[in-house]
């Protein structure tokens, strides 16, 4: 069976950093490109990071290059997103998503998300 289980949200303060962590398991971690969404309030969800299978190279909505970090860690079917400098616009609900095109199907699975709150 399938899991994401997001987990390290919270709340801080403007400014301050926070680790998210999202435990995969149920499929094959290592080939599964992994992203971090979120869903912040009156908006879409939008990509916040993504980190690809084969090399580990790494992506970035504009608002948060050079404040998050994500990283994957395939032995221990682990993703991370390391944020720093979070702003009040950065609340909202964080989402694990794994993802895999083979041929003509597509894998996709979603964690239940972890709650982002910054605010003084």
């Known amino acids: 069976q399938v899991s994401l289980v997001e987990s390290g949200g919270g709340l801080v303060q403007p400014g301050g950093s926070l680790r998210l962590s999202c435990a995969a398991s149920g499929f094959t971690f290592s080939i599964y490109a992994m992203s971090w969404y979120r869903q912040t309030l009156g908006k879409q969800r939008e990509l916040v990071a993504a980190?690809?299978?084969?090399?580990?190279?790494?992506r970035y909505a504009d608002s948060m290059k050079g404040r998050f970090t994500i990283s994957r860690d395939n032995a221990k079917n682990m993703v991370y997103l390391q944020m720093n400098s979070l702003k009040p616009e950065d609340t909202g609900v964080y989402y694990c998503?794994?993802?895999?095109?083979?041929?003509?199907?597509?894998?996709?699975?979603w964690g239940q998300g972890t709650q982002v709150i910054v605010s003084s």
């Open positions: 980190i690809t299978s084969a090399d580990g190279s790494a």
């Open positions: 998503n794994a993802f895999r095109r083979y041929a003509t199907y597509e894998y996709d699975y």
